[in-house]
């Protein structure tokens, strides 16, 4: 770690200028404004559809199965209502040729509809949404799903935790595909507890792919779960060519992948390739420090030991990464970087107030907790 030294007089001075301002920024909840990563899976994310099917029946106003209309084959008309109450309502969409032939074989199937109230469109408040077609493999999760709506309307729980496990092995590929989206939802230090028995030939397939593209993120995390040798090749050989380019989605996913399969080297590969380059853009280098951050409070003793070596080169390499490494850090509530980032402080290393108030607010909050668990914490000097 670095040391931490008395600084010269005037820098004092400073310091305790920055010390005041941490504390009212503590106070007024900036702390929380300059944090931009979760430790959750979708922390690594990029834009997608904000509920998965099982959140539109959990957190639906009004949910019910249509079928084709008997006076319209092409519109849809209600045949059971599951929440809410009512059949007369306007149904979006046309029933495709396609749907509309395979619900003439299937009487017992439909259409799920759901609303949720509250929107400035749409009859009721709200706009229907068409959810999924329901056959006999979506009628027993949405029947477990309505049967847990007031639990899983709060995020996931252990009973969520659990239907997810055993969903995966469900052989309908649509319900893999379910399922891969609730795990994007999943918290991250959750998602590292589950027996992921997805094989990975199976996320790599459409890990590249346009319809896969949106959920490359949670793919990736699960090869880094899943291990061996395929998804080692792949999460290795993205490292390396993603080291020559000027910007690169979702390095935070593919980090943490690395870490998670091959530990300590992982992280060792990520600072020599990315950490270390002092080429590398900032805003590059602050997926990896996400990914670090997330893994850091959830790994074995000496992967810390590693994520704490690189952090500090990196910060004596280049000192505006300071910042960067208090948002990532504070994020997830780990404080163990505070010896690391007290320097830039006490050494007048950041000259840029934003900057010096990121990390100052770290600090601050990194004393605070160490005090509420009787622990020593970084000195101001």
């Given amino acids: 770690m670095v040391p931490i030294t008395e600084p010269a007089a005037p820098v004092r001075f400073a310091k305790n200028l920055w010390r005041q301002l941490a504390r009212l920024a503590t106070v007024a909840g900036l702390a929380l404004t ?45 045949s059971q209502v599951l929440v809410g109450s009512g059949t007369d309502v306007d149904l979006p969409g046309l029933v ?14 439909g259409m799920l509809f759901a609303r949720i109230k509250g929107s400035t469109s749409g009859i009721g408040g709200g706009e229907w949404r068409m959810v999924n077609y329901v056959d006999d493999s979506f009628r027993r999760v949405l029947r477990t799903a309505v049967m847990h709506r007031d639990i899983w309307q709060h995020g996931f729980d252990e009973t969520r935790q659990h239907y997810l496990n055993r969903l995966q092995d469900n052989p309908d590929p649509r319900i893999r595909a379910l399922v891969i989206a609730e795990f994007d939802k999943m918290p991250y230090e959750m998602l590292r507890t589950m027996d992921i028995r997805i094989p990975a030939a199976e996320l790599l397939a459409d890990l590249w792919s346009r319809q896969g593209y949106p959920f490359q993120e949670i793919r990736v995390l699960l090869l880094g779960q899943v291990g061996g040798p395929a998804a080692r090749a792949e999460v290795h050989g993205f490292i390396d060519r993603v080291a020559d380019w000027n910007w690169a989605q979702n390095l935070g996913a593919f980090s943490a992948a690395l870490v998670e399969i091959d530990g300590v080297q992982g992280v060792q590969k990520l600072s020599q390739r990315l950490l270390l380059d002092p080429a590398q853009p900032l805003d590059k280098l602050e997926q990896v420090i996400l990914a670090l951050a997330a893994i850091n409070r959830l790994a074995d003793q000496d992967i ?24 990532q850090f504070s994020a997830v509530s780990d404080w163990s970087q505070a010896a690391a980032l007290q320097p830039l402080v006490t050494q007048g290393a950041l000259s840029n107030m934003t900057e010096l108030l990121t990390v100052s607010v770290y600090l601050a909050q990194a004393r605070e907790a160490a005090l509420a668990q009787g622990t020593n914490a970084p000195s101001d000097g």
């Fill in 96 to 109: 495709s040729t396609a749907v509309r032939q395979r619900l003439a074989t299937n009487p017992e199937d």
């Fill in 34 to 78: 300059v944090t931009l990563g979760t430790a959750t899976a979708c922390g690594f994310d990029m834009t997608k559809p904000e509920r998965t099917a099982i959140d539109w029946i959990v957190d639906a106003d009004d949910l019910l199965v249509a079928r084709p209309r008997p006076d319209n084959a092409f519109a849809y008309g209600v």
């Fill in 304 to 327: 810390q030991d590693a994520i704490g070596l690189a952090i500090d080169d990196l910060i004596a390499l280049r000192p505006q990464t300071g910042p960067i490494v208090a948002r």
